[in-house]
């Protein structure tokens, strides 16, 4: 009796439960969260199958630097500061300056370098340490590309650092490097000496800096990091687009004074009788500044300098 009581009672409360207006709702979105489940479980096993049995799926890692044919610079160099190529630069002075068009008179005149009775603008530094020879380390770190004898500014070395920047170190007396060499900042090259080119320097090490082959003022990058040296070639590309725009102002300018000075000169007509023009260069003073020689296989100097 009891037995019956119960499940009728039981009965009773599921019929209610069905009687409310979110049971149904609820049971429909459950079974539809169950098939979409399966429906997913299945199409992700069957792509995993198909994946596995495509011949055309390359298991191989690949190694190659995507990039390799960029001159790309290591992290480390790009964090590098330019250093005085000594190897202790406490006693260490530069007695031959780079020329400046910008520098003050004096620098400009410790700046040439007297040679075969001429005088030339220098493209680098000359460092000495009292008259001593003293190891000669690199600037910076990077792929040594040249090592050879000039018969001028004697062993010549030169570092390739990437981005088209350049350093050359002259004047060596010994040569502890090698062309292909790879170089790290403070590696020593040699040993510094004397030059023909540079003889009033005594015992020194002549240092350029280039950048896309044009000489740099080393004294600007001393202590600047790398980078400073790789914005050289955007910045001046926009003075010299600034200078063209600028250039061509005044050109159109001068086509519009010349063509009113030819109109006054209609007016005005002929010259006087006896007037006379002055020849060309006339009056012109030679200043003796040469280009300087230059270094190269054949007897003269791959180290560009301008004669002032």
Known sequence: MRDEEKKSVTKLKFRRLLGKKW???AIYLSVAALVLAGVLWYQQRGEEVDFADDPNVNDEVITED????EDAVPV???SEELTMP?????????VTKFYDYDASEEDQENALVLYDNKYYQSTGVDITKNDEKFDVTA????TVTEVKEDPLY???VQIDHGQE???VYASLDEVQTEAGAEVKQGDVLGTSGRNIFGQASGVHVHFEVRKDGEALNPESFF?????ELEKQNTEKAEDSDAANEDGSVEGEDATSEEENQDVSDEEIGELEPGAEEEAPGEGDEETGVEEEPGMNEDAESSISMTQT
């Open 223 to 227: 202590g600047k990091p790398f980078g």
């Open 66 to 69: 995507p990039f390799g044919d």
């Open 139 to 142: 600037a910076m770190s990077g």
């Open 76 to 78: 480390m160099q790009q």
């Open 165 to 167: 920047v350049t350093t």
């Open 23 to 25: 049971v149904y709702p």
């Open 86 to 94: 000594v190897a202790e630069q406490e006693n260490s002075t530069i």
């Open 154 to 156: 004697g062993n010549v």
